[in-house]
């Protein structure tokens, strides 16, 4: 099973401000990889596939990049709404689909 | 548009049977290539998958879980069916089932979820 590790834990940024997410898989998942955001009460929702294609109707300041085993999540200017949990997920090897632990992204 | 909605007991006795229904609408699980899946949330925790159902009938299940899982579907009624035999309270999560779309990748498909449902919460207690 692939393990997929994420990092850091909980971010704090300020409204306006870059923030980047770091995913790291235990072995090369190539760029079959997306990127889920949950919000409390809520069901993921998913933003970014392939690594790096944005998911219908997800705004551009959300943008995915890497390949192989490392891979990050930016948001470049943080609206109140992106404050959530962020997860990624590999599919590239089924069953199982693995999950990260999740990034928390708080309110600084 | 695509919409799934999750269905179940909210309240399951240890070793019981729990039987959860994902009524979807949209999509056909007759269409080549359409595929639906189960994960599911601890509270406080992260996602987990638990099974997947193809077009063609194939299924996939998490290794960990593969002995208490069991998944089925009724295209005539666009419904999923997933059964979980003897629950256990470190079962009790929210579970979620989800469309999964697909990327055509140097000759091969992969598939990634990409509609949800909005879960059904399940707690495991005599």
């Known amino acids: 099973e692939i393990v997929m590790t994420q990092s850091p834990a909980t971010l704090s940024v300020s409204p306006g401000e870059r923030a980047t997410l770091s995913c790291r898989a235990s072995q090369s998942v190539s760029s079959n990889l997306a990127w889920y955001q949950q919000k409390p009460g809520q069901a993921p929702r998913l933003l970014i596939y392939g690594a790096s294609t944005r998911a219908t109707g997800i705004p551009v300041r959300f943008s995915g990049s890497g390949s192989g085993t490392e891979f990050t999540l930016t948001i470049s200017s943080l609206q109140s709404e992106d404050f959530a949990v962020y997860y990624c997920?590999?599919?590239?090897?089924?069953?199982?689909?693995?999950f990260g632990q999740g990034t928390k992204l708080e309110i600084k | 548009q695509v919409t799934l909605r999750e269905s179940g007991p909210a309240l399951v006795k240890p070793t019981q049977t729990l039987t959860l229904t994902c009524s979807f609408s949209?999509?056909?699980?007759?269409?080549?290539?359409?595929?639906v899946s189960w994960i599911r949330q601890p509270p406080g925790k992260a996602l987990e998958c638990l099974a997947r159902i193809d077009w063609d009938d194939d299924k996939f299940y998490s290794p960990s879980l593969k002995t208490r899982l069991a998944i089925s579907k009724d295209t005539s009624k666009n419904q999923v069916v997933l059964t979980m035999t003897n629950m256990d309270p470190v079962d009790a999560a929210t579970y979620y089932c989800?469309?999964?779309?697909?990327?055509?990748?140097?000759?091969?498909?992969?598939?990634?979820?990409?509609?949800w449902g909005k879960g059904t919460t399940v707690t495991v207690s005599s």
């Open positions: 997920q590999q599919y590239n090897n089924w069953p199982p689909a693995t």
């Open positions: 949209g999509f056909s699980l007759s269409t080549n290539g359409m595929c």
């Open positions: 989800a469309r999964m779309s697909r990327q055509l990748v140097r000759g091969k498909y992969y598939y990634y979820m990409d509609v």
